[in-house]
């Protein structure tokens, strides 16, 4: 198990360069007024990618989570660049990742973080008939690929390291799209 950074510092940021506070003066249907805040991204979306070894291995990634300051074990993910489809950073995020490209790329659908408070969306995709392929990526220190059988989702999700939601959702879309029980709108 690799040990977690260091913490130098950490200061509250009104803004930053990836998040802003927006506030919202809203009026309900019943003449109610409230202000809101949310938690606003100023990036073109991201993508959460289910990467299929073979027909029942998914490849996972274990990298730090400054949010929750250990490492987490789950699905390689990112944000779009800029003139970039859905599948193009999906494919990008995975040779940067873990060092595959996919020939079959399937949007299954989004995934918000919190819609109460976040603006956030995330494009969920399966990505099959992967072959070799390594980007450099902006990820601070090399990601351990970790394969896992889909039919073992349930121990998966029972551990310490396993906490991500997109990641949960996400293999469980997968795996119903897979047995032909969730078809993508």
Known sequence: MRKPPIIHSAQ?????????????????????R???ERLKGSGLGAVIIVPMLDDETVLLVREYGAGVGRYELGLPKGRLDRDETVEQGADRELKEEIG???????????????????????????AQDLYPERLEGDEPEELEVVPWKM??????????????????AA???????LAGRFLPT
């Open 100 to 126: 595959y490209g996919a020939r079959k790329l399937k949007i299954l659908h989004n995934l918000s973080l919190s819609p109460s408070y976040m603006t956030h969306m995330a494009h969920v995709v399966l």
């Open 151 to 168: 039919a073992e989702l349930h121990t998966l999700i029972a551990r310490d390291e396993v906490t991500e939601g997109r990641s949960i």
């Open 34 to 36: 409230r202000i809101y």
């Open 171 to 177: 293999l469980f879309m997968a795996r119903e799209y």
């Open 12 to 32: 509250d940021v009104r803004d930053s360069s990836f998040l802003h506070v927006e506030r919202l003066d809203l009026e309900f249907s019943n003449g109610e």
